[in-house]
């Protein structure tokens, strides 16, 4: 987890600063975010005693960067054409790959970017509407570049454990953490007026943001959610659009099989979207939750996002119970048969959904439910056979069983006994004698006659055996006559 960077506190008062007198305030500093070039021609401030300026070139254009005085330093008539500048040495961007390479114009670009973090934090100065746009036009060129391919891309190989993988940290992450922390203060100040705000974090803006969760970098995966959820919070309007944009994310994640780093983050966003749904839910809900999260269940990714899931989806039966029949539907239809390690993490979400579930919507599911549980508890891989056997440690999903134990117990029954006769596990054979103790206290005459009916089934299956038995014998007997 980062640390937040703390500001000074807030001030007493606000002082605004006000652009110059005359028409065109901003045309004294521009910005070419696309040269990466930056001119500044100002004579009232090059009256000023003023340090040399140093003269430098990033990428295929050349700069000039000025150390200027801190904004407090100067007249409050002085400090709009100041900010301005300073936002362009901002929004300069350094080639990070090289350490050795502009320290000085890096040093001075972080110095301004601290200072601006604290003035957003502090609120001592109300920002005009032009310092408003600029500031989100430096931001912009910051943050919004391409990243670089991810570690998958370049080996053809997909790894599914994040701890196997070397974490990438972006090298440029000193300067790109001030300038989202800049965004991340100047969203949540109650000085930031939300009508101005809205018309430069607009929907492109938005979408720009998205496309960041592609990042490998957790560091700034953290601050994005941090960042997109604070502003689904603050700007209503953006609310409707955001959740529509994550759904094509989730889509498009789906059904195109891709690697998609900020799935997880997208998801805790999500988990808290859903925790303020209104109820009764709206269908529109209902639909992304069939059509969006429960399919994400397919890729065998999951692991990586499963917890943030499994969330979401507890949500949704929380908030209307009748979600769980096509939640414990959708768990089956999904369901990794070949998947050791997908099918722990089913069984777990299972018992969680269940732990929501009421008897009515159980009744409709507990036939599928049990064949497939049935079969868990016979697999050979330990986890899985344990994972299904404590679900009988939950008091919730045992009320349910016991009260359609005459359905269930006839379902599972085999499966209990194969696993006391031949399961290899020692531990798994304790733990199914409790299962099995269990129902034999419940109801013993249910039980006594599922072990009547399964001792049947059995001698009734020796016989068949010994019948193909002597089949066999007497055609290799008739085999060894012809001969």
């Known amino acids: 987890m980062f640390k937040i960077i703390k500001g000074k506190k807030k001030g007493s008062k606000h002082e605004s600063i006000e652009p110059p007198p005359g028409p065109n305030v901003s045309s004294d500093v521009t910005i070419n975010h696309a040269s990466r070039s930056v001119s500044v021609n100002d004579q009232h401030h090059q009256q000023q005693q003023q340090p040399s300026i140093v003269a430098m070139?990033?990428?295929?254009?050349?700069?000039?960067?000025?150390?200027?005085?801190?904004?407090?330093?100067?007249?409050?008539?002085?400090?709009?054409?100041?900010?301005?500048?300073?936002?362009?040495?901002?929004?300069?961007?350094?080639?990070?790959?090289?350490?050795?390479?502009?320290?000085?114009?890096?040093?001075?670009?972080?110095?301004?970017?601290?200072?601006?973090?604290?003035?957003?934090?502090?609120?001592?100065?109300?920002?005009?509407?032009?310092?408003?746009c600029e500031m989100v036009k430096m931001i912009s060129a910051n943050i919004f570049r391409c990243l670089p391919p991810q570690a998958h891309e370049n080996t053809g190989t997909e790894s599914l454990d994040p701890e196997e993988d070397d974490m990438y940290l972006d090298p440029a992450w000193p300067h790109l953490q001030l300038v989202y922390e800049?965004?991340?203060?100047?969203?949540?100040?109650?000085?930031?007026?939300?009508?101005?705000?809205?018309?430069?974090?607009?929907?492109?803006?938005?979408?720009?943001?998205?496309?960041?969760?592609?990042?490998?970098?957790?560091?700034?995966?953290?601050?994005?959610?941090?960042?997109?959820?604070?502003?689904?919070?603050?700007?209503?309007?953006?609310?409707?659009?955001?959740?529509?944009?994550?759904?094509?994310?989730?889509?498009?994640?789906?059904?195109?099989?891709?690697?998609?780093?900020?799935?997880?983050?997208?998801?805790?966003?999500?988990?808290?979207?859903?925790?303020?749904?209104?109820?009764?839910?709206?269908?529109?809900?209902?639909?992304?939750?069939?059509?969006?999260?429960?399919?994400?269940?397919?890729?065998k990714s999951i692991n990586l996002y499963h917890q943030q899931l499994s969330y979401c989806i507890t949500q949704f039966v929380e908030k209307d119970y009748k979600l769980a029949d096509m939640v414990i539907k959708g768990l089956l239809k999904y369901w990794p048969v070949t998947n050791c390690g997908k099918e722990v993490l089913f069984i777990g979400e299972l018992e969680e959904v269940l732990d929501a579930t009421q008897p009515a919507e159980f009744q409709q599911v507990m036939v599928p439910l049990f064949r497939r549980i049935g079969c868990c508890i016979n697999s050979p891989h330990f986890q899985v056979?344990?994972?299904?056997?404590?679900?009988?440690?939950?008091?919730?999903?045992?009320?349910?069983i016991a009260q359609h134990r005459d359905i269930i117990l006839p379902l599972i029954f085999d499966s209990l006994e194969r696993n006391i006769q031949s399961h290899w596990n020692q531990a798994?054979?304790?733990?199914?004698?409790?299962?099995?103790?269990?129902?034999?206290?419940?109801?013993p005459e249910l039980f006594e006659e599922c072990q009547t009916r399964y001792m049947d089934k059995e001698a009734l299956a020796s016989e068949k055996l010994k019948q193909r038995e002597l089949t066999w014998k007497k055609l290799e007997e008739i085999a060894s006559d012809a001969t």
């Open 428 to 443: 798994i054979n304790e733990l199914t004698s409790n299962v099995r103790r269990m129902f034999m206290e419940m109801d």
């Open 385 to 400: 056979a344990e994972r299904a056997l404590f679900l009988w440690n939950n008091e919730r999903v045992v009320s349910l």
């Open 57 to 132: 070139s990033v990428e295929t254009g050349s700069v000039d960067v000025e150390v200027l005085p801190m904004l407090k330093d100067v007249p409050m008539a002085d400090r709009h054409v100041l900010f301005l500048k300073k936002v362009q040495i901002c929004g300069i961007v350094f080639d990070f790959t090289d350490a050795g390479k502009n320290v000085k114009e890096k040093e001075i670009k972080k110095q301004n970017l601290l200072e601006l973090v604290d003035l957003v934090q502090s609120g001592s100065s109300k920002m005009n509407e032009i310092m408003q």
């Open 182 to 299: 800049l965004l991340l203060r100047y969203v949540v100040s109650t000085d930031t007026d939300t009508k101005i705000a809205k018309r430069y974090l607009n929907h492109s803006f938005v979408l720009n943001l998205l496309d960041l969760f592609d990042t490998e970098d957790p560091r700034e995966r953290e601050y994005l959610k941090t960042i997109l959820h604070r502003v689904y919070g603050k700007f209503m309007v953006h609310r409707p659009f955001i959740r529509k944009a994550i759904n094509n994310i989730f889509y498009r994640f789906i059904f195109e099989t891709e690697r998609h780093p900020g799935i997880s983050e997208l998801l805790e966003i999500l988990g808290s979207i859903i925790n303020g749904f209104a109820v009764p839910m709206k269908e529109e809900h209902k639909l992304f939750l069939s059509r969006a999260l429960i399919p994400l269940h397919k890729p």
